[in-house]
């Protein structure tokens, strides 16, 4: 775990590492001499001789001795004109070498040129509480033991402002990092019951309703795509709904949805083994909804929110919903099941559906690892994107911009819906192989379920797991959509 706290420069000096963030051409600045000054060093051979000109990406180790104590000093550049995510990463790797160095405690400093704003400020603080995180409870060495807890001072003058910011921060890092977590837990581990108690105690420590439906009740329900997934396992499903609400009578309802297979095996039509070895990452939507519903109930943002997970495992055994067999679903549509390892949509058509009839949501969001074609188009840095509404699409793709959690558009015109019509059912839960186009036939799927509800389907099956060469990720999960989400419910309504 990772604390953030502003400080004076003043007082910045005590820590195990020294980080300096600069811009290319800026290796002369007042930073670099007072660090010259401070531990009497002539950093200027030293940057010719390491050929370190700030370029992005580049960092430099110092190690300094003073006074019997020994402390890294780590420039790292983030070359001319930083984006944010530049400097988002920038802070990721400077955490991660300040781990390699055995620091706990780091000092923040920014080049003049980079304005701390509080924005920037809240930014940097969660990567580098992403960056911090690790998953290592089950490692049994000494050396994962010790390296728990981190502190990180970002150096500002503007106290009561870059608190603030900070406590932004803790709120989001903590919420994207729990959701890792519960994503990275192996599947054993993280059960449908499991996550809904995680989620019982969420709403109750922080004042938001909470409704559970079991197995039997869903069942009762009429929610035959969750019971027809959850059928071959001996794990309970749950439905699960987190609602935050404010004052207002009249106030509109914003619905996130996600996904909650805490394994997918594929059923019946079982994936190769390969294919398998990830699939406890199959709830990162639902985990993702849970955490963020964790921060609305704290930030208090002027809309209602309702977070609804479907959860479920996808196994085969001699109760297994089998290729063949029709489900009926919450608001009556049924499907033909082609192939039971298409599970995703089948579990959220009744989320969707539960969410439209009870809440008639302003603006609806659902986020899925729902299929591996999404990750094939797109690769792991974009969240694949589709919606029936163009504002609400251009406001969640400013909300992932704003705050380095990235969405790609694909289209969805009318073209695709005749890819999940059925000869027995109103539709088929694969798409015909002529439309190919797999990330958008499963969206059109989802369509059935939404309305005339603004509606926007996230894709994160790429963006969950295993993202590789981003500074403040590591090898697991990455928490996709919880950043969005959070920022996107906090800035409602937008301005056009
Ligand atoms: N959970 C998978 C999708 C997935 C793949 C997530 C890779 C994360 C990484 C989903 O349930 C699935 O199996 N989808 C199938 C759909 C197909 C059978 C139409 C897929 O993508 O192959
Ligand atoms: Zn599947
Ligand atoms: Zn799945």
């Keep these: 775990m990772m604390k953030v706290y502003a400080l004076h420069a003043a007082d910045a000096h005590e820590s195990q590492c020294l980080v300096y963030l600069l811009t290319e051409g800026q290796l002369d600045g007042k930073q670099v001499k007072?660090?010259?000054?401070?531990?009497?060093?002539?950093?200027?051979?030293?940057?010719?001789?390491?050929?370190?000109?700030?370029?992005?990406?580049?960092?430099?180790?110092?190690?300094?001795?003073?006074?019997?104590?020994?402390?890294?000093?780590?420039?790292?550049?983030?070359?001319?004109?930083?984006?944010v995510e530049t400097l988002r990463r920038a802070v990721g790797a400077a955490v991660k070498t300040a781990q390699q160095v055995k620091a706990t405690t780091i000092s923040l400093f920014a080049?003049?040129?980079?304005?701390?704003?509080?924005?920037?400020?809240?930014?940097?603080?969660?990567?580098?509480?992403?960056?911090?995180?690790?998953f290592d409870e089950f490692k049994t060495d000494e050396e994962s033991i010790?390296?728990?807890?981190?502190?990180?001072?970002?150096?500002?003058?503007?106290?009561?402002?870059?608190?603030?910011?900070?406590a932004q921060a803790e709120l989001i890092g903590h919420a994207v990092n729990q959701t890792r977590h519960w994503i990275d837990l192996p599947p054993a581990e993280a059960t449908p019951i499991h996550l809904a108690d995680k989620a019982e105690a969420i709403a109750k420590k922080f004042g938001l309703k909470y409704t559970m439906f079991d197995e039997p009740t869903v069942k009762k329900m009429g929610m035959g795509g969750l019971a027809g997934v959850s059928a071959g396992s001996e794990q309970e499903c749950r439905l699960v709904i987190m609602e935050y609400h404010v004052a207002d009578k009249n106030a509109p309802t914003i619905a996130l949805v996600g996904k909650g297979i805490t394994f997918d095996s594929g059923g019946l039509s079982i994936k190769p083994a390969a294919s398998m070895e990830t699939m406890k990452d199959d709830m990162a939507g639902a985990a993702a909804v849970i955490s963020a519903m964790e921060v609305i109930a704290q930030c208090k943002p002027h809309v209602n929110v309702v977070g609804i997970t479907p959860l479920s495992e996808n196994l085969p055994s001699g109760k297994a919903t089998k290729p063949g067999d029709i489900l009926r679903f919450y608001n009556g549509k049924t499907a033909e099941v082609k192939n039971t390892d298409a599970e995703g949509r089948l579990i959220l058509a009744d989320a969707l559906s539960y969410a439209v009839k009870h809440y008639k949501p302003a603006a609806m969001i659902d986020v899925a690892t729902l299929t591996g074609a999404c990750a094939y188009a797109l690769g792991p840095f974009f969240t694949?994107?589709?919606?029936?509404?163009?504002?609400?699409?251009?406001?969640?793709?400013?909300?992932?911009?704003?705050?380095?959690?990235?969405?790609?558009?694909?289209?969805?015109?009318?073209?695709?819906?005749?890819?999940?019509?059925?000869?027995?059912?109103?539709?088929?839960?694969?798409?015909?192989?002529?439309?190919?186009?797999?990330?958008?036939?499963?969206?059109?799927?989802?369509?059935?379920?939404?309305?005339?509800?603004?509606?926007?389907?996230l894709d994160i099956a790429g963006t969950a797991f295993g993202v590789p060469d981003i500074s403040y990720y590591?090898?697991?999960?990455?928490?996709?959509?919880?950043?969005?989400?959070?920022?996107?419910?906090?800035?409602?309504?937008?301005?056009k």
């Excluded at 110092?62 to 006074?67: A, D, G, M, R």
């Excluded at 010790?146 to 900070?166: H, N, S, V």
């Excluded at 990455?478 to 989400?485: E, I, K, P, Y």
Aim: hydrophobic share 45%; with cysteine; net charge negative.
């Design 384 to 457: 694949g994107m589709m919606g029936n509404d163009a504002d609400l699409i251009a406001h969640v793709k400013k909300s992932g911009d704003t705050v380095g959690d990235y969405v790609w558009e694909l289209p969805f015109t009318d073209d695709y819906d005749k890819a999940i019509t059925s000869d027995v059912a109103d539709l088929c839960n694969i798409g015909s192989p002529k439309y190919m186009a797999g990330a958008i036939t499963a969206g059109k799927f989802l369509k059935n379920f939404v309305g005339d509800t603004p509606w926007v389907h």
């Design 34 to 83: 007072a660090v010259e000054q401070q531990f009497e060093l002539d950093l200027q051979p030293l940057f010719a001789a390491r050929k370190f000109t700030a370029k992005k990406g580049q960092q430099l180790q110092v190690p300094v001795v003073l006074h019997g104590k020994a402390q890294t000093v780590l420039f790292v550049g983030v070359g001319k004109n930083p984006t």
């Design 111 to 134: 080049a003049h040129a980079i304005t701390l704003d509080a924005a920037l400020i809240t930014q940097l603080a969660v990567a580098a509480k992403l960056a911090a995180y690790r």
């Design 474 to 495: 590591g090898s697991g999960a990455t928490g996709a959509s919880v950043r969005l989400m959070i920022e996107f419910v906090c800035t409602w309504p937008t301005k």
């Design 146 to 166: 010790g390296m728990k807890i981190m502190e990180l001072f970002i150096i500002a003058d503007d106290f009561p402002m870059a608190d603030k910011a900070i």
